[in-house]
């Protein structure tokens, strides 16, 4: 492999020049990527890894027929688009065409955090209203304007929420306020809107919008209840507000058999804005917002121009294309049905098998491993997660960990996973799980033998540190601090029986 620098040498320079705050995956033990073809990514060393959770290579790393399209056209003109030509208008077209036929106008900018800043001011301007309402946990992008809306960011932070920021409950039917068990949790999850709309319109508030991923994904893979998303949009327009859709990480025909996440909630729900990002250049900066003509008009009546230097530039516009046609010639939406289905009974599998699991949730590509401590009490397993996660690096699988207690393993792979791949990630986290709970079984008769008055800590050189948002942990935190209860007694019988 070709290498400017060493390992060592690279996270050094990391160190020195890259903000602290820009996190990398495995923080323990970081991974020096170096080159990747479709499922698969390479170390400096050659190792192999099956990747699970590039939700971005879309179509798979380096695919070659993206890689051509894009060389074609830089060799032949990248440009803004202030002047005239067929790539952006001809990947309008294709695009909108996958959409239902009310979204037919495109706003073209660089990243998913791009578009959601866009969405707003779309929203702010068509009714003059300001006010957002959120869901707990989600997360829409990096810009300042993103972060305040984004639960999962500024509850971690020392930002307070803002005024004009509403957050209504993740409609969780696995862990949150309304379960599986309800009569009806969609209607009221609902509830919670309407109620957060009466009390903000009784306040002198205005909601401009609902924005919510139609899938959330950094929130642990939730998918809401079907009927929620109508009733939400029915409560949200009565207010003069709109319907904004994340897809950035969820379309594309991720979940099979539609080619956007919110299409599955039917044909009788359209939302009004939608954005989009990480798949739609397979790792080239492209994303884009689309949404109806009256309010595209409405904006453009503010008299303020929209333009935005790359944004549809003529090479991002080819790749797209190319994007466009690997999803149709290679049947990836079918792909997903496949694989995601096969995925999902091998994970029930384990499901029965192991009592870490509380739950297994998805749809197509889109998976969740819920991991708890107690199925009954549904405790989450976050130590345990992290442990997990590691532990398939080791065996060459990346995955990580996330949702708001970190004990959910993604699982999103470039849509060209196949049933091999599925099979060979679930025997890793077969074997793992089964080494972990002997390992707890194990210590519990231990603890209970000896009346200890706490549990030990798990086994892994970083368990007991901080948690980052990718899932990992911060290895500058102090590996003595107690965490969840845990006690840190490094002889601990389960220590000994998984550390290797």
């Known amino acids: 492999m ?6 060592q040498d690279t996270l050094e320079l990391r160190r020195k020049h890259i903000g602290p705050s820009c996190k990398v995956f495995f923080a323990a033990d970081p991974i020096k990527i170096v080159r990747a073809q479709r499922q698969y990514m390479f170390d400096e060393r050659g190792e192999r890894y099956l990747d699970c959770i590039n939700n971005v290579a879309h179509v798979g790393h380096c695919h070659p027929e993206v890689v051509k399209a894009a060389v074609k056209q830089m060799e ?3 440009t803004n688009s202030r002047f005239l030509h067929d790539n952006i208008v001809e990947y309008a077209r294709r695009l909108v065409a996958t959409l239902p036929e009310k979204l037919s106008v495109c706003y073209f900018t660089n990243s998913g955090s791009e578009a959601n800043d866009l969405a707003l001011r779309l929203a702010r301007q068509f009714r003059g209203h300001q006010d957002v309402i959120t869901l707990d946990h989600a997360y829409h992008g990096h810009l300042s304007s993103l972060i305040e809306i984004s639960p999962y960011k500024f509850r971690k932070g020392k930002d307070v929420k803002k005024a004009f920021v509403h957050v209504a409950p993740t409609p969780d039917t696995y862990r949150g306020k309304y379960r599986e068990d309800h009569a009806d949790p969609a209607s009221a999850y609902a509830d919670e809107v309407k109620e957060i709309i009466k009390e903000a319109h009784n306040s002198g508030r205005k909601i401009a919008a609902f924005i919510a991923e139609s899938m959330q994904s ?12 109508q009733k939400v949009a029915e409560y949200v327009h009565k207010a003069g507000g709109v319907f904004i859709a994340d897809e950035v990480q969820v379309g594309f025909g991720r979940v099979g058999k539609h080619f956007w996440s919110f299409q599955m909630h039917g044909e009788d729900f359209v939302p009004d804005i939608v954005t ?3 798949p739609m250049g397979n790792g080239h900066p492209m994303a884009c917002v689309v949404t ?12 303020m121009e929209y333009f935005n230097t790359y944004g549809g530039n003529p090479v991002s516009s080819a790749v797209g294309l190319a994007v466009l046609n690997i999803i149709e010639n290679e049947d990836l939406q079918g792909n997903a049905i496949r694989v995601g289905d096969y995925l999902t009974e091998l994970l029930n599998k384990q499901k029965a098998k192991h009592t870490l699991i509380g739950e297994i949730r998805g749809i197509g590509l889109f998976i969740g491993i819920d991991l708890v401590k107690d199925r009954q009490k549904r405790t989450p397993a976050t130590e345990e997660a992290q442990h997990v996660i590691y532990k398939m690096k080791e065996k060459r699988v990346l995955l990580s960990a996330d949702g708001p207690h970190r004990n959910v393993l993604k699982i999103k792979p ?3 996973f196949t049933e091999e791949d599925a099979k060979f990630m679930v025997d890793q986290l077969d074997e793992i799980l089964t080494v972990l709970e002997e390992g707890i079984g194990a210590q519990s008769e231990s603890v209970i033998s000896e009346n200890a008055p706490c549990r030990a800590k798990m086994p892994d050189e970083a368990h007991s540190r901080e948690w980052l948002d990718d899932g990992t942990l911060d290895p500058r935190e102090n590996p003595s601090r107690k965490r969840n209860g845990l006690c840190t007694d490094k002889h601990s019988l389960l220590s000994k029986r998984l550390k290797t």
């Open 218 to 229: 950094c929130g642990g893979q939730i998918i809401p209840p079907a009927g929620y998303f």
């Open 76 to 78: 032949l003109l990248n």
């Open 292 to 303: 109806t003509k009256e309010i595209a008009e409405a904006f453009s009546s503010s008299g």
């Open 414 to 416: 470039p849509m060209c």
């Open 2 to 7: 070709c290498e400017l620098y060493s390992k």
């Open 276 to 278: 989009m990002g990480k």
